[in-house]
């Protein structure tokens, strides 16, 4: 089940790079699991280790606390490339809780909400101003769909209705459909 997800305020790491492909975030390599635990070790595993499997000292996703840094702010056409879901479960493990960009590829996209990540698409300017500003402060309130950044007036932003109240309520579409069983089978045992 995905955590629930109302309001998140959190420091941002930023990756500008435009571009960045599903095989960049989790390298096909690693897709031998169907399990999400353990994911977020290979999550952009070639930017942050060598070619002998050693961590990059220097690597910035080597150095950022996902306790603090929990909203990733990538460049523009995020998630581009092959369909994988383990690309939105490498970054939960690693501790990302929402991608903001200009774009996100749209199966990214819910792959990403149907497992508790939330994509967050603004305008140019949002996107200029958090890309200048690492490490700044945001604060995601999922129930208002809005973003504020700092002191300014929030800004809307849009998620798909039933994946919204799914991250409301902490549930996959699994567990929406669970919670609506004994109403399923009292429809389904009704005189014909």
Same mark, same amino acid.
């Given at each position: ?5 109302? /309001? !998140?305020?959190?420091?941002t790491f930023v990756l500008p790079q435009a571009n960045i492909d599903t095989d960049q975030i989790i390298p096909a #390599? $690693?897709?031998?699991?169907? +399990?999400?635990?353990g994911l977020g070790a290979a999550a952009f595993y070639d930017w942050r280790y060598d070619a002998q499997g050693d ?14 840094? #929990? *909203?990733?702010?990538? %460049?523009?056409?995020?998630?581009? =490339? ?12 690693? %501790?990302?809780? &929402? ?8 199966? $990214?996209? +819910?792959?990403? !909400?149907?497992? %508790? ?5 603004? =305008?140019?300017? /949002?996107?200029? #101003? @958090? @890309?200048?500003?690492? =490490? =700044? #402060? *945001? ?8 973003? +504020?950044? %700092? ?13 919204r109240r799914c991250l409301l309520d902490g549930v996959d579409t699994l567990g929406w459909l669970l919670e609506r @069983?004994? &109403?399923?089978?009292?429809?389904? +045992?009704?005189? &014909?």
């Amino acid at each position: 089940m995905p955590e629930r997800f109302t /309001t !998140l305020t959190s420091s941002t790491f930023v990756l500008p790079q435009a571009n960045i492909d599903t095989d960049q975030i989790i390298p096909a #390599r $690693f897709l031998t699991t169907t +399990s999400q635990k353990g994911l977020g070790a290979a999550a952009f595993y070639d930017w942050r280790y060598d070619a002998q499997g050693d961590l990059l000292p220097d690597a910035p996703l080597n150095t950022v606390d996902t306790t603090e840094h #929990r *909203v990733l702010v990538a %460049g523009d056409n995020f998630a581009c =490339g092959s369909s994988r879901e383990h690309a939105p479960w490498a970054l939960l493990d690693f %501790g990302f809780r &929402a991608v903001i960009s200009t774009s996100i590829a749209d199966i $990214f996209a +819910s792959n990403a !909400l149907k497992n %508790g990540l939330l994509p967050i698409c603004v =305008g140019p300017e /949002t996107h200029a #101003r @958090l @890309l200048a500003e690492p =490490g =700044g #402060r *945001v604060i995601i309130d999922l129930e208002r769909s809005e973003l +504020s950044i %700092g002191n300014e007036p929030p800004i809307s932003f849009e998620t798909e209705p039933f994946a919204r109240r799914c991250l409301l309520d902490g549930v996959d579409t699994l567990g929406w459909l669970l919670e609506r @069983l004994p &109403a399923i089978e009292a429809f389904e +045992s009704r005189p &014909a």
